[in-house]
C-alpha cells in the first residue's frame, strides 16, 4: 500500500484529501508538525507527498527542498496560486506535478495514480539505460558515473531515461512533456526548460558536460557516443 503525506495547514482540505485517497487504498495521513516537515518525512518515509504553496512558518517550496536533500520521492503541489510563475517556482523546486485549487478529487486520484505507477511500477521493470560510460537506475532515480553517484528528481530521472532510450535521436518538448505529466495542456513550456536546465547543471558537476544537446526548435538529444 502506497503511503502519502498530506503538507496542507487547511484542515478541511487535508480531511478531504485524506479521505478520498484512503477511499482508493492509498495509506494518506496528515503531516503533524508543519513547523518541521522535513524531519516527519524522513520519520514516516511516504511514497508521496502532496503539497501546499503557503504553509506557516515556511513555504511548502522550502519545504520542498528539505525533502529533495534526503529523498526523490514525487511532491505534488496543491495551491490557489495557478499562475504560471508559480508552477515553474514548484517545478525548480523539485515538485513534480502543481494541481490548482479548487480541485476535482477524481482529478487528484488520476494524477496520482499516473504518477505512483510512472514512479514505482514502470521504473521497475526497465533495463538500465547507459550513455557515455553513464548508466541509469530509474528505479532508485540515480545516475552513476563511475565511482560516482548522481540522485535525480522523478521529473530529472524521466527527462534522462526518455532521451536516453532514444539517444541519438532528437525528442521533441511535447513528447517530454507528455513523459512527464502525460498531457502538456497541464504544463507551461517553461517548466520543462526549468527541469532541464536544472539537471544540466548537475551532469556538469558530475563531469559529464554537453551530456544533452539541444536542437533549436526540435528539441534535446544524446549524441552518439
Known amino acids: 500500500m502506497y503511503?502519502?503525506?498530506i503538507v496542507e495547514d487547511d484542515p478541511t482540505i487535508a480531511r478531504l484529501l485524506a479521505s478520498g485517497l484512503r477511499k482508493w487504498g492509498y495509506d494518506a495521513f496528515i503531516c503533524e508538525n508543519l513547523s518541521n516537515v522535513t524531519n516527519e518525512f524522513a520519520q514516516t518515509?511516504?511514497?508521496?507527498?502532496?503539497?501546499?504553496?503557503?504553509?506557516?512558518?515556511?513555504?511548502?517550496y522550502h519545504w520542498c527542498e528539505g525533502i529533495r536533500r534526503i529523498s526523490t520521492a514525487p511532491i505534488v503541489f496543491i495551491s490557489s496560486n495557478t499562475g504560471?510563475?508559480?508552477?515553474?517556482m514548484a517545478m525548480s523546486m523539485g515538485g513534480d506535478d502543481y494541481i490548482a485549487k479548487p480541485f476535482d478529487m477524481d482529478v487528484v486520484v488520476a494524477k496520482i495514480g499516473a504518477l505512483m505507477r510512472r514512479t514505482y511500477d514502470f521504473a521497475a521493470t526497465q533495463a538500465a539505460p547507459t550513455h557515455c560510460g553513464?548508466?541509469?537506475?530509474?528505479?532508485?532515480?540515480v545516475l552513476h558515473y563511475g565511482d560516482q553517484k548522481l540522485e535525480l528528481t522523478k521529473n530529472e530521472c524521466?527527462?534522462?531515461?526518455t532521451l536516453m532510450e532514444h539517444k541519438g535521436t532528437v525528442v521533441g518538448r511535447d513528447t517530454l512533456m507528455q513523459r512527464l505529466w502525460d498531457s502538456d495542456c497541464f504544463i507551461d513550456d517553461n517548466?520543462?526548460?526549468?527541469?532541464v536546465a536544472r539537471l544540466r547543471k548537475k551532469l556538469d558537476d558530475l563531469g559529464l558536460c554537453d551530456f544533452i544537446a539541444t536542437r533549436k526548435g526540435q528539441g534535446y538529444l544524446l549524441?552518439?557516443?
Open 3 to 5: 503511503k502519502i503525506m
Open 45 to 60: 518515509q511516504p511514497h508521496m507527498v502532496l503539497m501546499d504553496c503557503t504553509l506557516p512558518s515556511f513555504s511548502g
Open 84 to 88: 504560471s510563475m508559480d508552477m515553474v
Open 134 to 141: 553513464a548508466t541509469l537506475d530509474a528505479a532508485q532515480s
Open 158 to 161: 524521466r527527462i534522462l531515461q
Open 191 to 195: 517548466t520543462l526548460t526549468v527541469n
Open 223 to 225: 549524441e552518439g557516443e
